[in-house]
């Protein structure tokens, strides 16, 4: 029994032994595997592409006024909708003309009384005056309270006819300026552009400080961009810019026109401005508000 263990553990030996020798010789017989070097990384990976180095920016108008009117006046009409191009003079308003008279009549008269009350202060004045100088002559004769009371009416006297003068000023400031404004109860534009804006309709009541519509350059847009603290020295003024929208999709160019002196400490950015060269095709369909990005390009012919 020994014996046939002894036979077969050196028979598996044997075959282990002859299948290594086999699996020698075809690993010698196979052509050699050329080996491949790692395939080098793209140049510029994981540098910052065109995409990162772009500025934010925004589409901006670079006239905009609120028209609004110089006094209070009830609206007549308002022939301009959000959105309506006009040029230079055209009506985006109508006043009541008739209320600004009545008005222009009221404050003529505010105007006159203030006049009227000039005239009083000066002769009530010029009587202080008299007789403070006449009690001075003689003071012996003339109590001390008395001469002390006509000296303190005369500079009280002085200071109200310096009142009434301002008054007077003022009332005459207000007749004019409702004086032009019913010569002139129409709101015109100042320069082409759009309504960007309507605040109030027929009926209202307008007067300084409630706008009645917006109007923007809307031929005339920029675009502005913040610089970050790292890169503020690589925008300069007249240098080219390229200004990409995802919405409408354009590439419009560029030329900085203003860069800001120095960084915002808050925001830890630099603010610049850029005059957009926008297509003919694209004019009046290009909205102010608009996000953008913006990259420095070179100056040339594209």
Do not use: H
């Not at 009117?69 to 022939?79: F, K, N």
């Not at 303190?152 to 000023?169: D, F, I, N, P, W």
């Not at 603010?271 to 070179?298: C, I």
């Amino acid at each position: 029994m020994r014996k046939l263990v002894l036979l077969g553990t050196a028979l598996l030996a044997a075959a282990m032994a002859g299948l290594i020798a086999v699996r020698t010789r075809a690993d010698a017989d196979r052509p050699p595997v050329e080996r491949r070097a790692p395939t080098p990384a793209r140049a510029g990976a994981g540098e910052p592409t065109a995409a990162s180095e772009a500025f934010v920016g925004v589409i901006f108008a670079r006239q905009q006024v609120d028209l609004a009117s110089s006094a209070e006046a009830r609206v007549e009409t308002v022939p301009v909708q959000l959105g309506s191009r006009v040029a230079r003079g055209d009506v985006i308003a109508t006043l009541d003309a008739d209320s600004v008279r009545r008005e222009l009549a009221a404050g003529t008269a505010a105007a006159r009384a203030a006049s009227a009350d000039l005239s009083a202060a000066r002769v009530e004045l010029a009587a202080a005056k008299e007789k403070a100088q006449r009690l001075s002559r003689y003071p012996e004769g003339v109590p001390g309270e008395d001469i002390i009371a006509a000296r303190t009416r005369e500079r009280l006297l002085t200071s109200q006819l310096a009142g009434e003068r301002a008054r007077v000023s003022g009332a005459g400031a207000r007749v004019e300026q409702l004086r032009l404004l019913v010569e002139n109860a129409s709101i015109v534009a100042p320069f082409d552009g759009v309504i960007a804006a309507r605040y109030v309709d027929p009926g209202a009541l307008v007067g300084p400080g409630k706008p009645i519509a917006r109007l923007i350059s809307a031929d005339d847009l920029w675009v502005r961009f913040a610089i970050t603290e790292e890169r503020a020295g690589t925008v300069r003024e007249r240098s080219c810019v390229r200004v990409a929208l995802r919405s409408p999709e354009l590439v419009v160019p560029g030329t900085v026109e203003m860069v800001a002196p120095q960084v915002d400490t808050a925001l830890r950015m630099l603010v610049a401005e850029a005059r957009l060269a926008v297509p003919d095709a694209w004019r009046g369909k290009l909205q102010a508000g608009l996000a953008a990005e913006v990259s420095s390009v070179p100056c040339g012919p594209s």
